[in-house]
């Protein structure tokens, strides 16, 4: 029964942190139970734990860390990439879904250890730089970190032979990036996308929003890119999810990854962030009488 209880804790706060208003919120989010252990996930992509999801690919030339999480994440992080039989300061680059605390506020610490370069697009790189949320929602700062190369949409970063491309999905905070590869797995290749964000957080004013005046528009272009784009074989989410379901057996990736959608769990998170989307702006509307 403890445990239950525990359980439930962790899984109401990590709704908490969903972009989408209550009412659309994926049910059955699942608690992350195992997220401290670290695992392949499939090619040359691993978890290396936390409650917000951090990965790291690994080339023949150093490695990339996608996501540091919070700074509680730091010490976990560190030791499961040990754990995996990897040197955590053979890590040459560091990116990131998108400038929330619970996502990159371990950047500074690990750019110490690793002096990694750290890669950012557009306003996540003024965010990062400052230490200061400036997405719509405005959430707790961070310790800041410098940027080394601040990149715009469609630009490729490449290491060892692996390439990821960005995806600029500016709804969830400015600069939030989907960062998108291909990885060889028995033989088959499979596209895989690293979750950047899709819409504002819940409670994010909409219209006069002195952080991010555009975040109406971000969001619909965001969401539109989103829609008219084929779906990854592989979307690897920064929280714990729960389709309900297996996921596709076609897809070899660890059974552990409940960080895993498919591509059809991916169309409905689309959907999802849609229909969230238009409430939200309907909801602001009618609050300023529009």
């Known amino acids: 029964m403890r445990l239950m209880c525990a359980l439930c804790v962790l899984a109401a706060a990590i709704v908490s942190m969903s972009p989408y208003a209550a009412a659309e919120r994926p049910m059955g ?22 409650e917000y999801g951090s990965y790291l690919i690994t080339t023949p030339e150093g490695h990339l860390l996608h996501d540091t999480g919070s700074a509680a994440m730091h010490d976990l992080i560190v030791s499961n990439i040990k754990k995996l039989g990897f040197d955590v300061r053979d890590i040459k680059i560091m990116l990131s879904s998108h400038a929330h605390w619970d996502h990159v506020e ?3 610490a690990m750019k110490r250890l690793t002096g990694a370069q750290v890669v950012a697009l557009g306003g996540d790189a003024v965010a990062l730089e400052s230490g200061r949320d400036n997405s719509a929602i405005g959430a ?6 410098s ?48 979750r950047g964000g899709e819409i504002p957080n819940a409670g994010a004013p909409l219209f006069n929003n002195p952080r991010h005046p555009t975040v109406v528009a971000d969001t619909q272009r ?3 890119r989103l829609k008219d784009l084929e779906a990854p074989d592989l979307f690897l989410h920064n929280h714990p999810q729960n389709l309900g379901r297996a996921l596709n057996r076609a ?24 229909a969230s989307f238009q409430t939200m702006l309907r909801e602001a509307k009618e609050a300023q009488g529009r």
């Open 29 to 50: 989010l699942q608690a992350a139970t195992d997220a401290t252990e670290p695992f392949r996930v499939i090619g040359n992509i691993y978890f290396v734990g936390g």
């Open 222 to 224: 965001t969401l539109q």
């Open 106 to 108: 371990g950047h500074a």
């Open 147 to 194: 940027v080394d190369r601040v990149i715009e949409d469609g630009d490729r970063v490449t290491l060892g032979g692996m390439t990821l491309r960005a995806f600029w999905t500016g709804g969830h905070t400015q600069g939030a990036t989907m960062w998108m590869t291909t990885v060889q797995e028995g033989g088959n290749t499979y596209s895989v996308a690293f």
């Open 140 to 145: 707790r700062s961070f310790e800041s970190v």
């Open 251 to 274: 897809l070899p990736v660890n059974s552990r990854c409940v960080f895993c959608l498919d591509a059809d769990a991916w169309r409905e998170m689309v959907k999802r962030a849609e």
